[in-house]
């Protein structure tokens, strides 16, 4: 099993979470942000991946500190749990609709991280959530699990529909990137190592 547990403790935040890339689903998350929950929750089903979340933040200050810190302790676990890299298949991307907004997502599993993120709000915030914070979020993620993301928001109206769609969108290209495929001892890589 590609599991992984990462701890976060700071003057801001203290988080822990487990992660199981070859789970079912299940999930336990409790960050103190219901529209993150919710997010977090849509991550775990869509991708399969086990998540269990337990965070605690200065929500008294705002939300950006716990929300950037769970992107971060998310992408070190995935990087973990992934160990070498050995049979994945590296690579996905995809179009995920939701209702009338359409996102293409893209990953690189290449241990090279970048981020482009080309998601428009019309709202502050969804939820007690500023938007901004989703674009930290993925960008947290990605410094840490050391991957290549492109998220694209192809068309929307409703912000809500556009950021499921991103999220949904995240977790079906990660589960497909990190399925094992035929050869399982092979790194997909030129230089024999990601």
Do not use: W
């Amino acid at each position: 099993m590609r599991t992984a547990e990462s701890e976060r403790i700071t003057l801001e935040t203290k988080i822990n979470l487990q992660l199981n890339l070859d789970g079912q689903g299940q999930h336990e998350i409790q960050s103190g942000i219901g529209f993150i929950d919710h997010m977090l929750t849509l991550f775990s089903v869509h991708s399969d991946f086990d998540l269990k979340l337990k965070a605690e933040g200065d929500l008294n200050v705002d939300s950006h500190h716990t929300i950037e810190d769970i992107g971060i302790v998310l992408g070190k676990s995935f990087n973990d749990a992934l160990k070498d890299k050995r049979g994945i298949k590296r690579y996905a991307s995809l179009y995920i609709p939701m209702d009338e907004a359409l996102v293409l997502v893209a990953v690189d599993i290449s241990n090279r991280p970048f981020l482009v993120f080309n998601v428009d709000f019309d709202r502050e915030s969804l939820g007690s959530v500023d938007t901004q914070m989703f674009k930290e979020f993925f960008r947290a993620f990605v410094n840490e699990a050391r991957i290549n993301l492109h998220i694209n928001l192809i068309y929307g109206e409703n912000d809500h529909h556009k950021i499921e769609a991103v999220f949904k969108g995240f977790a079906r290209a990660l589960k497909e990137a990190t399925r094992i495929g035929e050869n399982k001892e092979k790194v997909l890589s030129s230089k024999g190592c990601l």
